[in-house]
T-cell receptor
Framework: DQQVKQNSPSLSVQEGRISILNCDYT??????FLWYKKYPAEGPTFLIS?????DKNEDGRFTVFLNKSAKHLSLHIVPSQPGDSAVYFC???????????FGTGTRLTIIP | NAGVMQNPRHLVRRRGQEARLRCSPM?????VYWYRQLPEEGLKFMVY????????ESGMPKERFSAEFPKEGPSILRIQQVVRGDSAAYFC????????????FGDGTRLSIL
């Protein structure tokens, strides 16, 4: 039962343009969401999070949007840079549960 | 380096041997989590520990796998009598465990079973 889904295995974006990565979830009890970036042979690096009381959180070039009614969140990266090329995972949790459920990841490639 | 430290980075075992994976949490973090990633899949939760306590082991296989986080020293994930299907990347994460705090990950141990 895949409770967190990233339906696009890969995405290519021109340098300087906006990258939009999408994530859907099925468990309406999830109330805390995170995005991680992962390079090969390294661990996931935390990027940004959002709790269900908000619909948007912004940190520099990264913005996460949450649509609770659609059970959908997205990560916007603008402007995209070559160093953003990596696999991006979204993850979800019940507040205080401390047990992240991950999607399968989207490989983002930034084209110079 | 104040990050989450995992060792070894790579571990090769023959079927039937034991594998021990170690994790030292980030400074100031008292909560440790273990995840497993199979090829082309996302990370799957295995176990959540605090010092000397297992909080949630709902993701641990019922047999051969165990975890501990002693009062002193790193957290250990132990796999007894390894089989080929145990080949995976095992990631450890830590946090302050205060709710709404992100988990920070180590670079993982890649376990290969011959």
């Amino acid at each position: 039962d895949q409770q967190v889904k990233q339906n696009s295995p890969s995405l290519s974006v021109q340098e300087g343009r906006i990258s939009i990565l999408n994530c859907d979830y099925t468990n309406s009890m999830f109330d805390y969401f995170l995005w991680y970036k992962k390079y090969p042979a390294e661990g996931p690096t935390f990027l940004i999070s959002i709790s269900s009381i908000k619909d948007k959180n912004e940190d520099g070039r990264f913005t996460v949007f949450l649509n609770k009614s659609a059970k959908h969140l997205s990560l916007h990266i603008v402007p995209s840079q070559p160093g953003d090329s990596a696999v991006y995972f979204c993850a979800a949790d019940l507040f205080g549960n401390e047990k992240l459920t991950f999607g399968t990841g989207t490989r983002l490639t930034i084209i110079p | 380096n104040a990050g989450v430290m995992q060792n070894p980075r790579h571990l090769v075992r023959r079927r039937g041997q034991e594998a021990r994976l170690r994790c030292s949490p980030m400074k100031g973090h008292s909560h440790v989590y273990w995840y497993r990633q199979l090829p082309e899949e996302g990370l799957k939760f295995m176990v959540y520990l605090q010092k000397e306590n297992i909080i949630d082991e709902s993701g641990m296989p019922k047999e051969r796998f165990s975890a501990e986080f002693p009062k002193e020293g790193p957290s250990i994930l132990r796999i007894q009598q390894v089989v080929r299907g145990d080949s995976a990347a095992y990631f450890c994460a830590s946090s302050r465990g205060q709710g709404g705090q992100p988990q920070h990950f180590g670079d993982g141990t890649r376990l290969s079973i011959l």
